[in-house]
């Protein structure tokens, strides 16, 4: 009788056993079917914003390129909750600026349409740990160097570089961008971002000016129908940019007329500042 006992309590628990990963073998095919059915096309999604692009472009009508705008953003900001989205090229979207830091942990995708008002900028900022940020400027405004601005101030710019750089126990991005408010001249930024929980910003006062005091972002404008070179020279750490003067002689205060000089400045990377350093020497320039 015992060994009949033991016989049917063995049966029972197989059967139990059985359910049991008959149970978790559908559960994991259930969590299969869901990740599954949340992948994200890329390559129709880069066609899709292709369009968009196109249509932004080739449009007179402002209301319908702001129309297109927030299209464009609201699918960049659905596509960047999906991982592959942070390292995916998109390299048919030519009016898409596209750029990672030199870490690695962060990319910044920033655009640009013309409208009878001038120019209107939008970005969003991607970390590889899943986070985003939104850059909205209704209207392109002209950033001065003093103050932090939060993110939802953005005065607007394409960003071609950024620059990882600890900075207070914490990495922060320098980064390099060019913006244009009106015919008569051009701009083009050095900024910090600060990426912290509480509040995200631009500005950081480490770049150091000629009287010793720290700006927190430099701000460089110049004649329209000028170049004005600013990039970052890694072998040396440093950011070289064009000396700028004033091309006439007579409006010497109106930074609309003022142009290279051939001459160059930089800012050298410090552990807690970025040095100025003027008239150094330049062999290649990055145009």
Not at 36 to 41: E, G, N, T
Not at 197 to 211: L, V, Y
Request: aromatic letters at 16%; proline letters at 3%; hydrophobic letters at 35%.
């Amino acid at each position: 009788m015992k060994n009949y006992a033991l016989s049917l309590l063995n049966i029972e628990t197989k059967r139990i056993m059985w359910n049991k990963n008959r149970f978790f073998t559908l559960i994991f095919c259930a969590i299969v079917v869901v990740c599954q059915a949340q992948q994200v096309d890329l390559l129709q999604e880069e066609k899709n914003l292709a369009t968009l692009f196109k249509g932004l472009k080739e449009s007179n009508d402002d209301t319908f390129k702001d129309s297109l705008n927030t299209l464009i953003y609201n699918k960049l900001k659905d596509i960047s909750v999906y991982p592959e989205t942070f390292g995916y090229p998109f390299d048919s979207l030519h009016y898409l600026g596209k750029i990672y830091a030199t870490d690695g942990k962060l990319r910044l995708f920033t655009w640009n349409y013309p409208t009878h008002n001038g120019y209107r900028f939008n970005g969003l900022v991607l970390s590889n740990t899943g986070r985003s940020w939104s850059l909205h400027s209704a209207a392109t405004t002209e950033p001065t160097e003093t103050g932090t601005i939060d993110l939802n101030h953005w005065y607007g710019a394409l960003y071609y570089e950024a620059i990882a750089y600890k900075w207070k126990h914490q990495t922060v991005y320098v980064l390099l961008g060019w913006a244009q408010t009106n015919s008569r001249y051009q701009t083009k930024i050095i900024d910090a971002l600060v990426l912290d929980d509480e509040n995200p910003h631009f500005g950081a006062p480490f770049f150091e000016m000629n009287d010793g005091t720290y700006a927190y972002r430099r701000v460089f404008r110049y004649d329209a129908q000028t170049i004005m070179n600013l990039f970052y020279d890694a072998r040396k750490n440093r950011i070289v940019f064009d000396h700028l003067s004033p091309m006439k002689t007579d409006v010497y205060l109106d930074e609309a007329t003022f142009g290279s000089d051939m001459s160059f400045d930089a800012y050298i990377r410090r552990p807690q500042k970025w040095r100025l350093q003027q008239d150094i020497k330049v062999k290649n320039v990055k145009h």
